[in-house]
């Protein structure tokens, strides 16, 4: 199916020429080529990764200038490409970012975020989906409800990334469960893990009303790193999410002996201290997160339609394209009043 009769002919796009400099662009609309969909974004959230790629603090193997950033967003199947069912368009959706070749190895494994077919991403190293409009291969979609909430559904890439990181935990009814961080991935891990039943669900972040929301997330408690020192080797599982210089080294302190940690957070070379002996002599599980497979994003899709995963209330800004250098200000500027923040097209 071709572009649908009446469809605009011009759209826009936030385009970063090179770090710290960006434009908003008005050219023709992106036709969707063999195997593709172009998707009307209703809403994209912006992450610390988008902010690493407007400072230009982004490793240069996973980003390409000049680029439209914008990897976790959400929208409306507006055409369809040659070879794609036309049913599709009209539909509500999401899509991966990862760019898997789906021939590799790891990709027949199911383990599409460790493709080694060549790194491409949404937002990184093609055009993502901080303009009006983004062009997706229709084998990466996950479809929505016909009501679902679009501005919600914008999180589900980083729910993806927590749902990888709690299938690798393989958290179990009656356990003691830690989340390290209550940033938009913990508080997602949160309701997550609140739903397999824990014996107890503690989130550690320095921030007090994060604790707070936590609670109302599904935790039943939260407390500072300080007071979590107070506690080695209680949890079963810890799920890291912070990305903080320690935080990785205290998620393998709070771990039982034999217990498991898993680690989302992105961490500068050499800054983790985590130490060896604390691994062996614990006999700790420890498992790493970059990204999501697409397993875990059927999984977040699904908790997202049976409502065990609600993002929405995580969002707190909303921004127009034009205003993107305000709305990329405010990520990692350290407001606690900052929560997701949403690009709307």
């Given amino acids: 199916m071709s572009d649908r009769p009446g469809a605009a002919v011009t759209g826009r796009s936030v385009v970063v020429e090179r770090p710290g400099t960006h434009r908003l662009v008005t050219g023709a609309v992106p036709a969707p080529g063999p195997g593709e969909v172009r998707v009307r974004v209703a809403a994209a959230g912006i992450c610390m990764s988008d902010r690493e790629v407007y400072d230009g603090h982004r490793d240069p193997a996973y980003v390409r200038y000049p680029v439209t950033p914008g990897h976790e967003w959400s929208g409306t199947v507006e055409a369809a490409g040659p070879g794609v069912a036309p049913e599709l368009v009209g539909r509500r959706t999401v899509a991966e970012g990862f760019r898997a070749c789906g021939t590799c190895a790891r990709c027949r494994t199911g383990e599409t975020s460790l493709c080694t077919g060549g790194y491409e991403e949404t937002g990184f190293t093609v055009p993502g989906a901080f303009a009006d409009h983004v062009v997706v291969p229709a084998r990466l979609l996950h479809l929505l409800d016909d009501d679902a909430d679009l501005r919600a559904a914008a999180l589900l890439e980083p729910a993806a990334v927590v749902s990888a990181a709690v299938r690798a935990g393989r958290p179990e009814?009656?356990?003691?469960?830690?989340?390290?961080?209550?940033?938009?991935?913990?508080?997602?891990?949160?309701?997550?893990?609140?739903?397999?039943?824990?014996?107890?669900?503690?989130?550690?972040?320095?921030?007090?009303?994060?604790?707070?929301?936590?609670?109302?997330?599904?935790?039943?408690?939260a407390g500072t790193p300080e007071e979590a020192k107070e506690t080695p080797g209680r949890y079963d599982l810890v799920v890291e999410t912070a990305g903080a210089p320690t935080s990785a080294a205290a998620a393998c302190q709070l771990a039982r002996r034999g217990g498991r940690v898993v680690l989302t957070g992105m961490f500068a070379p050499g800054a983790t201290g985590i130490d060896p002996a604390v691994l062996t002599l614990g006999q700790l599980a420890v498992h790493g997160v970059f990204g999501a497979p697409s397993a875990a994003w059927d999984f977040a899709v699904r908790a997202f339609t049976s409502g065990v995963l609600n993002p929405g209330p995580l969002v707190t800004h909303a921004f127009p394209l034009e205003r993107f250098g305000e709305a990329v200000a405010l990520v990692g500027g350290g407001d606690p009043g900052t929560g997701k923040v949403l690009l709307l097209p």
């Fill in 173 to 221: 009814p009656g356990e003691r469960i830690a989340v390290v961080g209550a940033g938009t991935l913990g508080l997602l891990a949160v309701q997550l893990l609140a739903a397999t039943s824990p014996a107890e669900l503690t989130v550690i972040d320095p921030r007090a009303e994060r604790g707070s929301t936590a609670r109302k997330f599904g935790a039943t408690d």
